[in-house]
């Protein structure tokens, strides 16, 4: 007598002609990631799971057939590794941002209510607005700040010690990866500009940060007007070299202001006067 057996469950995305291995969910992110992954020469899950730096291959298996998703570390990992851009971005953040908007407060439920009602109220605009993405999406503040690949862990001290390479990569990164309207943009980009004015006026120093054409694409991002080095020597009509050493004497920082700019214009005057005089 011949006995037929009922055939196995199927995992997402399983054919009954291909059941074991190789198989990728018919998932809007499980699809993008795996042509991502290949168009970039990871043809198999342990080719990636080693350009991840996993010991295994568990993990991209589950998000290949859609047994579960990147949590925001591993996210923001695959996004530094597979370096995606435009309609590649948006077909692997979308599905993704989706999922964990959808999530809301996880399991860890209590601890995310706890972590919300102690930290501290947010001094800059800039700081709302991560306040609000952190509410909206059900994560901790750790887990936005790996989203955005920036490596702070809390409001407070980002706006405390944002550095002008941090504010330049969260108006970089955010817009898509937060999927902030054009609207939320360009606040994002006032509130950016706030930061920087404020610190400036305040007496804090850009240094060892961006430089030449990274530098001046920035500005341009911004929406207050700062000056670099060559730009303050055009505006003053004197050599670079020179806004160079005067800059540093005052001790003035890397993108100046108007007024810094009139400090900076006075010093060189005054150095002027006194060789002519000797």
């Known amino acids: 007598m011949t006995v037929e057996l009922e055939p196995g469950r199927l995992r997402v995305g399983e054919t009954r002609d291909k059941p074991w291995g190789g198989v990728v969910a018919d998932t809007p992110f499980a699809r993008a990631l795996y042509e991502l992954s290949v168009s970039r020469g990871y043809e198999t899950q342990s080719a990636l799971s080693r350009a991840l730096n996993l010991r295994t291959r568990y993990a991209v298996g589950g998000w290949y057939v859609a047994r579960r998703m990147p949590n925001p570390e591993s996210f923001s990992v695959l996004l530094r590794v597979l370096k995606p851009e435009g309609d590649e971005l948006e077909k692997l953040v979308v599905p993704w941002a989706e999922h964990v908007s959808g999530r809301g407060v996880r399991g860890t439920e209590t601890r995310l209510r706890s972590s919300i009602r102690h930290r501290k109220q947010p001094e800059t605009k800039v700081g709302e607005i991560l306040d609000h993405f952190s509410r909206k999406s059900g994560l901790f503040m750790r887990e936005c700040f790996k989203l955005l690949d920036i490596n702070y862990k809390s409001i407070a001290v980002f706006e405390r010690d944002a550095s002008l390479d941090s504010l330049a990569a969260l108006l970089e990164r955010a817009p898509i990866r937060m999927e902030m309207s054009a609207d939320e ?89 006194r060789t002519i005089a000797f």
């Open 185 to 273: 943009t360009e606040e994002l980009a006032q509130a950016v500009a706030e930061i920087i004015s404020n610190k400036i006026e305040g007496g804090h120093k850009f240094q060892n940060s961006m430089r030449g054409k990274q530098l001046k694409n920035f500005q341009a991002s911004l929406d207050c007007k700062t000056y670099n080095g060559e730009e303050a020597a055009r505006k003053i009509r004197v050599s670079r070299e020179v806004v160079r050493l005067h800059r540093k004497k005052l001790g003035l920082p890397l993108l100046m202001t108007d007024e810094q700019v009139r400090i900076l214009r006075r010093s060189i005057r005054k150095s002027k006067t």
